[in-house]
């Protein structure tokens, strides 16, 4: 019998145990990886096999939280994501469905996993065609948003100058540029120039647009 391959994202190690050993009970699921921040979820995202990645809404320790990191690992794979939670209101379920998760479950009911991740990777978790759609629209909607000014500096950055040769090419003080990169870091989803580079190339949007 095949396995659904199963990755778990949480900061609590106690938590991992009990949900790995649970989850191995059944004899369908399997759970092939855990981890306990961002970056390492990311990183083993791109090296190992995977079908549903059970994700903490909030991971301590990480300037990612699950959300972000959801939508980072699914620039890598193509993955189902249920978001596992303590806290169960509307704004971080909009958030995390936004980001891309086929489901949304509160912690206590644990119980109801095993039939919730074979929902997510048989395509019938609930609205997922209409989520996904609305994940893809929503990015595009945010690197569309970055001024002319922010893509002048993106320019820049991508062909590989520094912040002082930018701040003296397009004469700013460094207040300004620093300003304008965080904006644009923050509509692009990512942490750091590389990664906002890596990104779009990767999407290839901007080449979209002067297409368009």
């Not at 891309?100 to 395509?123: M, N």
């Not at 065609?129 to 950055?157: D, N």
């Not at 965080?182 to 990767?202: C, F, H, I, P, Q």
Request: glycine share 4%; charged share 30%.
């Amino acid at each position: 019998m095949s396995h659904i391959k199963v990755f778990i994202v949480e900061d609590d190690a106690d938590w991992i145990k009990a949900l790995t050993s649970f989850l191995n009970r059944e004899p369908d699921l399997l759970v092939v990886g855990a981890a306990t921040n961002s970056s390492e979820a990311i990183s083993m995202a791109q090296t190992i096999a995977i079908d549903v990645v059970l994700m903490d809404i909030q991971l301590d320790g990480s300037k990612l939280d699950g959300i972000h990191t959801a939508m980072m690992m699914q620039e890598y794979s193509a993955v189902k994501i249920i978001m596992l939670t303590s806290i169960n209101d509307e704004q971080s379920m909009t958030q995390a469905f936004t980001a891309g998760a086929v489901q949304y479950l509160e912690k206590l009911r644990f119980q109801e996993l095993p039939q919730t991740i074979r929902a997510a990777y048989h395509h019938s978790a609930p609205m997922e065609a209409l989520l996904k759609e609305l994940t893809r629209l929503k990015r595009e909607e945010q690197l569309k948003e970055l001024t002319v000014a922010e893509r002048e500096v993106f320019e820049l950055i991508e062909a590989g100058y520094s912040q002082s040769q930018i701040e003296q090419k397009l004469f700013k003080a460094e207040s300004t540029l620093k300003n304008q990169v965080n904006k644009m870091l923050k509509k692009l989803g990512v942490r750091s120039s590389k990664e906002a580079v890596e990104k779009v190339r990767r999407r290839g949007l901007f080449q979209r647009d002067k297409q368009e």
